[in-house]
C-alpha cells in the first residue's frame, strides 16, 4: 500500500522560512520523479517544483529563487526548503509521486495522470 505523508506546514511572518517534508512508502522511491504542489481557497491547484529520479530540479517561476527541491532516497523523503516567503504562498501544500522517473514539459499540471499518488496535504499560512 502506498502512502504519501507531507508535514513541516506552519504559521510564518513574511521573509520567514520553513522546511516540508514528505515521506513515501510503498513505492520504489529512488526511481520516480516526486513534486510539489499547492493550491490556495478558491483556486486550482498548481505545480510548484519537481525533481527527476537523477535530481534534475523544476520550478514555478513564482517561487524560483526562493524555493528549494531536494530528495534523499535513503530516507525515501522528499523537501521543500521555503525561503523569503510572502503571503501570497499561503495555500495548502501537497506532495505527489509520479509514475515517471523525469519531469516533463507538462510537471506543472496536476491533473496529468503520471501523477499517480497524493498527500493529504500541510498548510502553510504566511502573515504580512
Known amino acids: 500500500q502506498v502512502q504519501v505523508v507531507e508535514s513541516g506546514g506552519d504559521l510564518v511572518q513574511a521573509g520567514g522560512s520553513l522546511r516540508l517534508s514528505c515521506t513515501a512508502s510503498?513505492?520504489?522511491?529512488?526511481?520516480?520523479?516526486m513534486g510539489w504542489f499547492r493550491q490556495a481557497p478558491g483556486k486550482e491547484r498548481e505545480g510548484v517544483s519537481c525533481i527527476s529520479r537523477s535530481g534534475f530540479t523544476y520550478y514555478a517561476d513564482s517561487v524560483r529563487g526562493r524555493f528549494t527541491i531536494s530528495r534523499d532516497n535513503a530516507k525515501t523523503t522528499l523537501y521543500l526548503q521555503m525561503n523569503n516567503l510572502k503571503p501570497e504562498d499561503t495555500a495548502s501544500y501537497y506532495c505527489?509521486?509520479?509514475?515517471?522517473?523525469?519531469?516533463?514539459?507538462?510537471?506543472?499540471?496536476?491533473?496529468?495522470?503520471?501523477?499517480?499518488?497524493w498527500g493529504q496535504g500541510t498548510v502553510v499560512t504566511v502573515s504580512s
Open positions: 510503498g513505492l520504489t522511491f529512488d526511481d520516480i520523479a
Open positions: 505527489a509521486a509520479s509514475s515517471l522517473s523525469v519531469c516533463p514539459g507538462s510537471w506543472s499540471s496536476a491533473w496529468r495522470n503520471e501523477w499517480r499518488y
